[in-house]
């Protein structure tokens, strides 16, 4: 369910590496192996037959990501857990990569799929584009996230949209930093993303490279003491009274 295809950076010799969520059928909702692949794909990145000089990361179909897939987590207590340690894991992967990372987040980018946003250098979605983190309805904390997101939204936006279980459309992620650029209709999302990725492959790798060792070094990007204590603000209520009754609330209305 995530593929990867590799597409020359225009008429250069350089390429991009094209991760695709491709689950469209369930809204590109995330397990804790398709988190585990995000990340394994992103890896082969660095070197070998795999080496990229630009990533696009986007999801088939109308929707980038609806977030992790919560069947999973309905009789089982240790999925929520998975998914949201292999989601630090991948987010820390996507954003410590040497080559820049453009992710195409069409029509849908919510709780996981939002919190994949910050593993990226570059944002592009569309203007009526909903995204956020509904999560604390659930009894579940976005604050795994928090460490990447905060490098992008400032920090009264950051706290809002953590907190706050409501949705905000591509023209206010916009407005705030979660998103960089955005078109209008969702198909045009990932051409764009390809544009920029383009763009950016055809710089010389070394000073890309060093650009970015710099930038995550300012940033705490390369920090894992940063991560690891969201992570653990997040594992720490796992599998909680509020969630399961939460959840369970979820299935019952569903069925």
């Known amino acids: 369910m995530i593929r990867v295809e590799h597409i020359p950076a225009g008429d250069s010799s350089k390429r991009i590496a094209l991760i695709v969520i491709d689950r469209p059928e369930k809204r590109n909702a995330l397990t804790p192996d398709m988190v585990g692949n995000i990340e394994s794909s992103a890896q082969l990145v660095r070197s070998g037959e795999g080496c990229a000089d630009a990533v696009v990361l986007t999801g088939e179909g ?16 240790r999925m929520m857990a998975a998914l949201l340690s292999r989601l630090s894991s991948a987010i820390r992967t996507l954003r410590r990569l040497p080559a820049p990372v ?127 204590g969201a992570l653990n603000a997040s594992l720490a209520i796992v599998g909680g009274d509020e969630e399961r009754s939460r959840l369970a609330a979820l299935w019952e209305k569903k069925e």
């Not at 579940?140 to 992008?152: G, K």
């Not at 916009?174 to 045009?188: K, M, N, S, T, Y």
């Open 62 to 77: 109308s929707s980038f990501c609806s977030g992790f897939d919560l069947s999973l987590c309905r009789d089982d207590e």
């Open 102 to 228: 453009i992710i195409a987040a069409q029509g849908a980018a919510i709780a996981g799929g939002c919190a994949l946003l910050g593993g990226a250098d570059v944002v592009v979605t569309d203007r009526h584009a909903k995204l956020g983190y509904p999560v604390v309805r659930l009894g579940v904390s976005p604050a795994v996230t928090s460490p990447a997101l905060l490098n992008a939204v400032s920090g009264g936006s950051l706290r809002k949209l953590l907190l706050d279980p409501g949705l905000i459309d591509g023209g206010e992620a916009h407005r705030i930093g979660l998103a960089h650029e955005v078109v209008e209709a969702p198909e045009d999302v990932r051409p764009r993303a390809i544009e920029i990725a383009t763009a950016l492959a055809r710089f010389p790798a070394h000073g890309m490279h060093a650009t970015k060792r710099w930038l995550n070094e300012i940033d705490g990007s390369d920090r894992d003491d940063v991560f690891d």
